[in-house]
């Protein structure tokens, strides 16, 4: 298995390649001298935003001081060329009470799959599974799931019935039981 570890990146971002309704999703970690994009989907952008502010402030409460860091926003967009480097299967998301940070994984393979699996001689795997770890300040990762929020609500428009998305050319919706307008 390989471990792709920033500790802290430079930068950590999320973005989009496409247009709304046809988008992909990456994750991308950098530093001086190397870059990593990782394919995500949607709905685990938007819920590692809500999971990382929920421990954030559960975190702050206990601690004092962590709730209320704001990191400054990186409201640039990816950097090219984009190649994806894996798909993520699973997110894992903690806090490291030592050093006071945020730690993020993003797994190409169900961690708790592969723990029960094992490798029978302990080796690691080559060209095996690969898992994404970033550490973050409260700071940042308080910035990095407000432009997660952000990225995520940039899509399609949602229908004022049903909540769906709006295509460009319109859409069926269920709640006006398929009439077209």
Same mark, same amino acid.
């Given at each position: ?19 709304? =309704?046809? $988008? ?23 819920? !590692? ?5 929920? !421990? ?42 030592? $050093? $006071? ?8 393979? @169900?961690? @708790?799959?592969?723990?029960?699996? =094992?490798?029978?001689? =302990? ?8 898992? !994404?770890?970033?550490? !973050? ?29 709006? @295509? ?14």
């Amino acid at each position: 298995m390989s471990v792709i570890e920033y500790d802290p990146p430079e930068r950590f971002v999320v973005g989009t390649v496409g247009p709304p =309704g046809d $988008r992909t999703f990456y994750l991308q970690a950098s530093d001086g001298h190397r870059r990593h994009q990782i394919a995500v989907e949607k709905v685990h952008v938007g819920v !590692l935003a809500e999971r990382i502010e929920t !421990l954030l402030d559960e975190v702050g409460g206990l601690e004092g001081g962590v709730a209320a860091a704001v990191g400054s926003a990186d409201n640039a967009p990816l950097d090219t060329p984009i190649t994806e480097d894996f798909r993520v299967v699973a997110l894992s998301l903690a806090w490291d009470e030592e $050093r $006071r940070v945020v730690v993020i994984e993003c797994h190409d393979h @169900d961690p @708790d799959e592969l723990a029960e699996e =094992g490798d029978p001689q =302990g080796e690691p795997l080559v060209g095996g599974p690969s898992t !994404l770890r970033v550490v !973050l300040s409260p700071a940042k990762a308080r910035a990095f799931a407000r432009r997660c929020e952000t990225v995520v609500s940039a899509g399609r428009p949602s229908c004022p019935f049903c909540g769906g998305p709006l @295509d460009p050319e319109g859409h069926i919706c269920p709640r006006a039981n398929g009439y077209r307008r």
